[in-house]
């Protein structure tokens, strides 16, 4: 064989592999592309409030969140303002002012029980007390309190004074 030849054998050669090599190429990718299927590109909203679907739960949902936000909120500020009250009202001072204020009620509750039931009772009284009336009479031994507050709305009460015992 000459050299010619070999050229000729070498160039078919070549060819044959290129050939070849096209061959399992394209058999390769029509292995590849065969279990794929071709389908309409399909776009949906994932959001109800574009898409329509589950709308009204969806709404029903941000309306209940809404809402439990603010009532937790209000429930909060509730908590707040009752904390800052019961601080105020547990303060060094507003417990002596409570203390006083109930002895002197209490001073006033004996002076009233004395004028009343003591020793030298009287037959009738009035004593004004933070706008409030208190009116006392005894009358055939039925004592009778009249206390009118400062709106004007009257109570009376009606003790007999020997009927009762302990």
Known sequence: MNKKEQQIEARNRKLRYQICGFLCIFFFLMLLTNPLWADQVVFKFKNPSFSGLNTSSHYLTIENQEFNRKEALKAEIKALQDQIKRDKENTTLAR??????????????????????GETPSDSGILELEGNTIEYSVVDGIITLNITDSDGNTTTISLPIGSFTF
């Open 96 to 117: 002596f002012i409570r203390n006083l204020e109930s002895r002197i009620y209490a001073q006033l509750s004996r002076q009233l029980v004395e004028n009343l039931f």
